[in-house]
């Protein structure tokens, strides 16, 4: 199954709402989990199961979607922010990544 | 707490293999899959597989398909991950993750992650 994130970059300044999309070539049944990288880091859980936020990640995170389209939604973005963010499919194997959406300071 | 400790950075020729490992602690060793994903230098994540410490059962992405081996030593509560005949496109940062509560619940644990650099 691949997976297509969407847009490969942005640019947004604080407090902005922020919405990176996820769309599967074939449907996932929300096996779907988010995570944010900074560099030199392993990735961190935000989202699992499409929707569930991860114990103590920040309430500005959220998640949606079903069947092949997902959203990753930060509502105001904080300087903390500033990642790479990535899809990745558990339903079907070999599970996959996306390829990245990095967010960067305007 | 879980922690997930790796070794070190390692640097081989093409042709060679090389054997990470990823100690676990402060949980039940046998309970969780151990999952493993590398990062290419400036690339993206990709999951090449996971075992399941408890039967030593394996899942390898068809990628990977005779060229890796995920085994694991229950004594040590280690988990490893070999890959044979190392490409340039091999160097990576290889991870081990485990899940936080259930098998698709996505990695919440990591390892810190093991640099491998192939080359000649």
């Known amino acids: 199954i691949q997976l297509t994130q969407s847009p490969s970059s942005l640019s947004a300044s604080v407090g902005d709402r922020v919405t990176i999309t996820c769309w599967a070539s074939?449907?996932?049944?929300?096996?779907l989990a988010w995570y944010q990288q900074k560099p030199g880091k392993a990735p961190k859980l935000l989202i699992y199961?499409?929707?569930t936020l991860q114990s103590g990640v920040p309430s500005r995170f959220s998640g949606s979607g079903s069947g092949t389209d997902y959203t990753l939604t930060i509502s105001s973005l904080q300087p903390e922010d500033f990642a790479t963010y990535y899809c990745q499919q558990l339903n079907s194997y070999p599970w996959t990544f996306g390829q990245g959406t990095k967010v960067e300071i305007k | 707490q879980v922690q997930l400790v790796q070794s070190g950075a390692e640097v081989k020729k093409p042709g060679a293999s090389v054997k990470v490992s990823c100690k676990a602690s402060g949980y039940t060793f046998t309970g969780y899959y151990m999952h493993w994903v590398r990062q290419a230098p400036g690339q993206g994540l990709e999951w090449m597989g996971w075992?399941?410490?408890?039967?030593?059962?394996?899942n390898y992405a068809q990628k990977f398909q005779g060229r890796v081996t995920m085994t694991r030593d229950t004594s040590i509560s280690t988990a490893y991950m070999e890959l044979s005949r190392l490409r340039s496109d091999d160097t990576a940062v290889y991870y081990c993750a485990r899940d936080n509560s259930d098998f698709w619940s996505g990695y919440y644990y990591w390892g810190q992650g093991t640099l491998v650099t192939v080359s000649s």
């Open positions: 075992i399941n410490p408890n039967s030593g059962g394996t």
């Open positions: 199961a499409a929707s």
């Open positions: 074939q449907g996932i049944s929300s096996y």
